[in-house]
């Protein structure tokens, strides 16, 4: 007769190795969904901050001239 068994009783530390995987997975995946949506968060504001500093929205500056200009 073997000596093995096929589906041997679980110990403690496999318990505690499952428990401590299914507590960290969360935390991970929370994590992961996180940084997607900080960083589609700071893409639309770097598009926004680009829209707001383009050429053709800002306005025209007339400095005035000196004489010295005026002459030549």
Do not use: C, Y
């Not at 068994?5 to 403690?12: G, V």
């Not at 499952?18 to 992961?32: F, I, N, Q, R």
């Not at 598009?47 to 929205?57: M, N």
Request: glycine residues 6%; hydrophobic residues 40%.
């Amino acid at each position: 007769m073997p000596a093995d068994n096929p589906n041997p009783p679980k110990t403690h530390r496999d318990l505690a190795s499952e428990w401590l995987l299914s507590l960290a997975t969360t935390p991970v995946l929370v994590g992961l969904w996180g940084a997607r949506v900080a960083g589609k968060w700071l893409q639309e504001l770097s598009d926004l901050s680009e829209e707001i500093w383009r050429g053709d929205r800002l306005p025209v500056l007339n400095f005035p001239t000196t004489e010295e200009e005026d002459k030549e």
